[in-house]
């Protein structure tokens, strides 16, 4: 791999970049109902939009029907087309299906797009009560490589091996993006979370990176903690962190740990960055089945993930207003629904959102 990455903000909307919308005063979004409750809940989100007079024109895209053999999923080549052209996207939950011989949607938009980095803001909703009140931290997962590499195999009977891959080029792109987003959103720390003690090279490699980029942001403290010790200090006081960046699994565990802080998947957002500036929002609970169809669902995390994209497109106070409404409707408690413990229907949370704004 490369041994310098030296990127000029690559991560940055450029809308002269993007495809642009039939009315020019209008930014084109890639819009992935998804599965399972995945309609209800974008329907949601584009409600809410129009109420709140969001800039967007959406160029929906529904999951094919048959596996394309370009992309080897359900995932249709004209579908990630339009991400690459619009450069930014909100994806609801997509089922995976059985079958042999294709890829996992997932897997494809994140292997395709080259979505390097996964974004969780993770705060506590005021109103809904957990164990805490004043979690607001940001997890940065490196999407790419670590041991979700997929490199496994059987060296002899009864020994297998799999290899943990980290590189310069993918840890100082995680990196800057993490320095970069802290510095844009006013944050002041950047803890890297590692293993480095027992992973000499690889989590050495992770720090070494991560050491090098904090030294171009004088102005943000830097910080490395070490994964066993983070994850006692996330359960004992979440106050304690800002900005957490970190290797694949590692991101894989502490994201949901977080998550688990404030209520659940049910009400995080999640944004991922790919390769060319092009950032992809998604809620990242699944398809709920059980549910779906029945007006039940809850949209507060696609909502909120749609928030992540209108910040990475600087409509920062269309997404102060959704945000907003979305967390006083929560708190007043009047409208939820029933994940939340009201009875509230999806149609209903959403008006009362919408009366919010
Ligand atoms: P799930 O998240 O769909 O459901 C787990 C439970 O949470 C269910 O009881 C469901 O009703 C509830 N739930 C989830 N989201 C909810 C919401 N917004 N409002 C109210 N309740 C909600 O997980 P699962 O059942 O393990 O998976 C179902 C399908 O989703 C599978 O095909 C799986 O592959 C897929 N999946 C997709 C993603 C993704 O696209 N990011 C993530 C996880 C699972």
Redesign the pocket.
């Known amino acids: 791999s490369p041994t310098t990455y030296s990127p000029a903000a690559p991560w940055v909307f450029d809308r002269s970049l993007s495809s642009s919308a039939a009315d020019s005063n209008l930014i084109r979004a890639t819009l992935f109902p998804?599965d399972?409750?995945g309609p209800e809940?974008a329907d949601s989100v584009k409600q809410v939009f129009r109420a709140a007079e969001v800039p967007i024109e959406w160029e929906e895209h529904y999951v094919g029907l048959e596996v394309d053999p370009r992309t080897q999923s359900f995932l249709t080549w004209e579908s990630l087309e339009s991400v690459r052209r619009n450069k930014v996207g909100l994806k609801g939950?997509?089922?995976?299906p059985i079958g042999k011989g294709h890829r996992s949607l997932?897997l494809t938009l994140r292997k395709e797009l080259n979505l390097y980095a996964n974004v969780r803001p993770c705060y506590s909703l005021p109103g809904y009560k957990t164990r805490y009140d004043d979690v607001d931290l940001i997890t940065i997962r490196e999407n790419t490589e670590g041991e979700y590499s997929g490199l496994e195999h059987q060296v002899v009977r009864g020994v297998v091996e799999s290899l943990k891959i980290i590189t310069r080029q993918a840890s100082l792109r995680v990196a800057e993006y993490a320095f970069h987003y802290a510095k844009a959103h006013g944050r002041d720390r950047v803890s890297a979370i590692h293993k480095a003690n027992i992973m000499q090279k690889t989590d050495g490699l992770f720090l070494k990176c991560c050491r090098e980029v904090a030294e171009k942001y004088p102005d943000i403290k830097y910080e490395e903690v070490v994964i066993d010790n983070c994850c006692m200090m996330l359960v004992k006081n979440p106050a304690l962190f800002d900005v957490l960046v970190m290797p694949n699994l590692y991101g894989d565990i502490i994201s949901d740990l977080c998550a688990g802080l404030i209520g659940g998947?049910?009400l995080t957002p999640s944004c991922n960055i790919g390769e060319g500036g092009i950032a992809l929002a998604?809620?990242?609970?699944?398809?709920?089945?059980?549910?779906a169809g029945k007006n039940?669902?809850?949209?507060t995390?696609l909502l909120l993930s749609s928030v992540t994209m209108l910040r990475h497109l600087e409509l920062h106070d269309k997404a102060d207003r959704i945000q907003d409404a979305i967390l006083n409707t929560i708190s007043e408690g009047k409208y939820r629904?029933a994940?939340l413990g009201g009875s509230s229907s999806t149609t209903d949370f959403t008006k009362a959102i919408i009366d919010h704004l």
């Open positions: 998804g399972g409750i809940i939950p997509m089922a995976t997932n998947l049910g998604e809620a990242v609970h699944g398809s709920a089945p059980d549910i039940l669902a809850n949209p995390a629904t994940d």
